[in-house]
C-alpha cells in the first residue's frame, strides 16, 4: 500500500492493529499456558477476552470506512511476540519452582512490550481519525488505548506487588 495521504495512513495503521491483535489472540493462550501465578494467568485470560472485543471494535472501523477487515501483516509485533515465545520455550525447558516465578517475571516483561506497542499504535490510531473527521474512529480507538494502558498497569502492578520480589528472592536462596 502507498502512503500518499493521512486516509491512506489510517488505512494502514488499521489493517497492521487488525493484523496484531488478531496474533495476540493466537498468542496469549500460550502465555495463560506458561504462566503460574493465579493472579498472573487471570490477567493474561481477561485480556484475551478483552483483546477479542479490539478486533471488533477494528471491524467497526472498517465497516464506518465502507471497508471489509484486511489484515497487513504486523512485522513490529510479530517480532515482539517471538520473544515472548522464546521466554516460554527457555522457562519450558526447566520445571523448578524457583525458575516458574522467574518465567512469570519474563512473561510479564515479554506481554508489557507488547502493551507498549499497542498504547504507541492506538494513540497514534486516535489521533490520525480525530485529524481525518472520524469521530468514531476516534472514539474506539481511545477505548482501547484506555483497555491497553489499564493493562499495561494491571501487569506492572503484578510484577511490583508480588511477581518480582518472589523472583529475586528465589535467586538469593539458589546462591
Same mark, same amino acid.
Request: proline share 2%.
Given at each position: 500500500?502507498?502512503?500518499?495521504?493521512?486516509?491512506?495512513?489510517?488505512?494502514?495503521?488499521?489493517?497492521?492493529?487488525?493484523?496484531?491483535?488478531?496474533?495476540?489472540?493466537?498468542?496469549?493462550?500460550?502465555?495463560?499456558?506458561?504462566?503460574?501465578?493465579?493472579?498472573?494467568?487471570?490477567?493474561?485470560?481477561?485480556?484475551?477476552?478483552?483483546?477479542?472485543?479490539?478486533?471488533?471494535?477494528?471491524?467497526?472501523?472498517?465497516?464506518?470506512?465502507?471497508?471489509?477487515?484486511?489484515?497487513?501483516?504486523?512485522?513490529?509485533?510479530?517480532?515482539?511476540?517471538?520473544?515472548?515465545?522464546?521466554?516460554?520455550?527457555?522457562?519450558?525447558?526447566?520445571?523448578?519452582?524457583?525458575?516458574?516465578?522467574?518465567?512469570?517475571?519474563?512473561?510479564?516483561?515479554?506481554?508489557?512490550?507488547?502493551?507498549?506497542? #499497542?498504547? !504507541? *499504535?492506538?494513540?497514534? &490510531?486516535? @489521533?490520525? %481519525?480525530?485529524?481525518?473527521?472520524?469521530?468514531? +474512529? $476516534?472514539?474506539?480507538?481511545?477505548?482501547?488505548?484506555?483497555? #491497553?494502558? !489499564? *493493562?499495561?498497569?494491571? &501487569?506492572? @502492578?503484578? %510484577?511490583?506487588?508480588?511477581?518480582?520480589?518472589? +523472583? $529475586?528472592?528465589?535467586?538469593?536462596?539458589?546462591?
Amino acid at each position: 500500500m502507498k502512503l500518499q495521504s493521512m486516509q491512506d495512513l489510517f488505512t494502514y495503521e488499521v489493517q497492521d492493529l487488525y493484523s496484531a491483535e488478531q496474533m495476540i489472540v493466537d498468542a496469549l493462550p500460550q502465555m495463560i499456558e506458561a504462566a503460574v501465578a493465579p493472579e498472573l494467568k487471570r490477567a493474561f485470560d481477561e485480556h484475551l477476552a478483552q483483546t477479542r472485543q479490539h478486533v471488533e471494535r477494528l471491524e467497526r472501523i472498517f465497516e464506518s470506512m465502507g471497508q471489509s477487515p484486511e489484515s497487513q501483516t504486523c512485522e513490529g509485533l510479530e517480532g515482539i511476540l517471538d520473544e515472548g515465545k522464546s521466554i516460554i520455550r527457555a522457562g519450558s525447558l526447566v520445571k523448578s519452582a524457583v525458575d516458574d516465578r522467574v518465567r512469570d517475571a519474563a512473561l510479564i516483561g515479554a506481554a508489557q512490550r507488547v502493551e507498549h506497542y #499497542e498504547i !504507541a *499504535a492506538y494513540g497514534c &490510531l486516535k @489521533t490520525y %481519525a480525530r485529524w481525518l473527521g472520524m469521530d468514531e +474512529a $476516534a472514539r474506539l480507538a481511545e477505548q482501547t488505548l484506555d483497555d #491497553e494502558k !489499564a *493493562a499495561d498497569q494491571k &501487569l506492572t @502492578t503484578i %510484577a511490583e506487588g508480588f511477581i518480582n520480589a518472589q +523472583a $529475586a528472592a528465589a535467586d538469593r536462596k539458589a546462591a
